[in-house]
């Protein structure tokens, strides 16, 4: 199978991009898997067999777990709650139900059982070849012939993945800096990640314990957390501003050096003002076809009575500073853009 990544930095469409894929009879789209299970996409990771990367793919994260069990699960995330075999409070949540396997099934539970049959079978080799393995099992399962991985803040890592999926190409897709840095100031883990520096940076390091922490950082990384503080603890609007110009600068020069063909640009506002045009041209892509069945069901995703820009509602002050701090990574997309509409004239 054919395998494509769309990344991004996150809050830029992403999640409605995969749930439109999966409208796709040809396309395999696997929703929010890597992002957790970062460490397997070091090329470092050592050669494990099918155990030891099923353990990968189902050991539940703290800090996921602590932010489903405030009751701050993001909209991405789309496992059945209450309803499921999984609870984040009792058995945690494996990485693989957070949104691939409920999007791919009505019951991730028993999907998640087929695959708990198969995996540990597989022979020792690196997680890549697992990754390849495990998408053209499903894709097997379920008739498709294209793989499509989409989790969100994946741009950074762009090097990597070229690294071990040499053969994959790649969709950026992208959204106004400023909207983009907007959005992140409301959501649960990259306020986590937000909230998690702010307490080292105080402690000079990660903290023994929440006793150990000043009254104000106490309920905001570590169990339980305080969702109401969690929320409400300010953050500047430019710090996100920052991290979406370092995820954007960290993996644009990596698209703009692939050759021709090798990647392609999507931009969220696109998908809102004229869903049609955009998705045909991400199908052809793709290779598959963009037929009027899929085009249909697919544009009826978006939701094009929303507001293109959030960020115009911010004061002319913050507005400013938050597309100072978007800067670097605004150029960093048009001069990668502009090396890829060069190549593809060449």
């Known amino acids: 199978m054919s395998i494509t990544f769309v990344v991004g930095t996150g809050r830029c469409g992403s999640t409605a991009v995969s749930r439109v894929l999966h409208q796709h009879p040809d396309v395999l789209s696997v929703s929010e898997l890597l992002i957790g299970l970062l460490p397997t996409l070091n090329p470092e990771f050592p050669a494990i067999d099918g155990s030891g990367m099923w353990r990968e793919l189902t050991t539940p994260s703290p800090l996921w777990d602590a932010i489903f069990r405030a009751g701050l699960t993001p909209p991405e995330i789309c496992y059945p709650f209450g309803r499921g075999r999984f609870d984040p409070a009792v058995t945690g949540m494996p990485p693989i139900t957070y949104s691939m396997l409920p999007m791919l099934s009505d019951d991730p539970d028993a999907l998640f059982d087929r695959l708990a049959a198969e995996v540990p079978t597989w022979p020792v080799r690196g997680a890549a070849g697992h990754y390849r393995a495990l998408f053209a099992f499903l894709g ?207």
Request: aromatic share 8%; with cysteine; net charge negative.
């Open 140 to 346: 097997e399962m379920f008739g498709t012939r294209v793989t499509v991985e989409r989790s969100g803040a994946m741009l950074g890592l762009v090097p990597q993945l070229r690294e071990l999926f040499p053969e994959a190409r790649f969709v950026h897709l992208h959204r106004d800096g400023p909207d983009s840095a907007l959005s992140m100031s409301r959501h649960p883990l990259y306020r986590a990640y937000a909230l998690t520096m702010e307490v080292h940076n105080a402690m000079g390091g990660p903290p023994a314990s929440e006793e150990e922490l000043p009254e104000r950082l106490r309920g905001l990384t570590g169990h339980p957390l305080d969702a109401e503080k969690f929320m409400s603890y300010p953050l500047p609007l430019a710090w996100f501003g920052t991290a979406w110009s370092t995820l954007v600068c960290q993996g644009m020069p990596a698209l703009a050096a692939m050759p021709p063909g090798a990647w392609t640009s999507l931009r969220y506002e696109d998908l809102l003002a004229d869903p049609a045009p955009a998705l045909t041209r991400l199908a052809e892509f793709l290779d598959v076809p963009a037929t009027p069945q899929w085009l249909a069901s697919a544009t009826s995703i978006f939701d094009r009575r929303r507001p293109v820009s959030h960020a115009a509602r911010l004061t002319p002050a913050e507005q400013a500073e938050l597309r100072e701090a978007c800067a670097p990574g605004v150029q960093a997309i048009a001069d990668a853009e502009a090396r890829l509409l060069g190549g593809i004239a060449a």
